[in-house]
């Protein structure tokens, strides 16, 4: 799977967009990016995934560049609740599956 | 649907004993996974599963062993427990596809002195 690089921690102010990039240099074609959160002592939640597509769903939007080599996930009205790890994950479909963690982002909501 | 449940929550070993830590989900998941977390990192993979008496190791699969004799169970094993295993430690399932999501379970903290 492609190794990802996202920087150690972030701030974003209550109500406010945040905006957490990833970058992914090497993705092959056929590998998704994921994005998953972990709310402090609690196991990992998934986000949002794409391939090339940009998505959104109630919780997110993910913005895929156009040569695929990064990313952005994006909470539009970010809460105190969103203080969370961000990890962005890039796999390949249909395989075993398996999901490498690496050290994510530390998103801080400040009131 | 209770998900992915994990026990105990919290549990104390000496150095040199055993346990068993339990997984269990009811979304009839062919994939499960464990993985364990230190302080202030990300998460490692020790064992996955890919379906019903087929497991496979991970990244970190060294003092642990694992077996999957049903679709929803998939404990944990560790043999001789040392201070370098605690950690806290992560059940989790999905269903293979190109929407592919883990679910994952509470944890257990565990911790050995």
């Known amino acids: 799977d492609a190794k990802t690089t996202q920087p150690p921690s972030m701030d974003c102010a209550e109500g406010r967009a945040a905006n957490l990039p990833c970058n992914h240099s090497?993705?092959?074609?056929?590998?998704?990016v994921y994005w998953y959160r972990q709310i402090h002592s609690q196991g990992p939640q998934y986000i949002i995934h794409?391939?090339?597509n940009n998505e959104t769903n109630e919780m997110a939007s993910l913005i895929i560049t156009e040569d695929r080599k990064s990313s952005t996930l994006i909470l539009p009205h970010a809460t105190l609740r969103d203080t969370a790890v961000y990890y962005c994950?890039?796999?390949?479909?249909?395989?075993?599956?398996?999901?490498?963690f690496g050290t994510g982002t530390r998103l801080t909501i400040i009131p | 649907n209770a998900g992915v449940t994990q026990t105990p929550k919290f549990r104390i070993l000496k150095i040199g004993q055993s346990m068993t830590l339990q997984c269990a989900q009811d979304?009839?998941?062919?994939?499960m996974y464990w993985y364990r977390q230190d302080p202030g990192m990300g998460l490692k993979l020790i064992y996955y599963?890919?379906?019903?008496?087929?497991?496979d190791k991970g990244e970190v699969p060294n003092g642990y062993n694992v077996s999957r004799s049903t679709t929803e169970d998939f404990p944990l094993r560790l043999e001789l427990a040392a201070p370098s295993q605690t950690s806290v430690y992560f059940c989790?399932?999905?269903?293979?596809?190109?929407?592919?999501?883990?679910?994952f379970g509470p944890g257990t903290r565990l911790t050995v002195t």
């Open positions: 979304m009839n998941h062919n994939y």
């Open positions: 794409g391939l090339k």
């Open positions: 090497t993705i092959s074609g056929n590998e998704y």
């Open positions: 994950i890039v796999r390949v479909a249909n395989g075993n599956e398996k999901l490498t």
């Open positions: 989790a399932s999905g269903k293979q596809g190109s929407s592919y999501e883990q679910y």
């Open positions: 599963s890919v379906g019903a008496g087929i497991t």
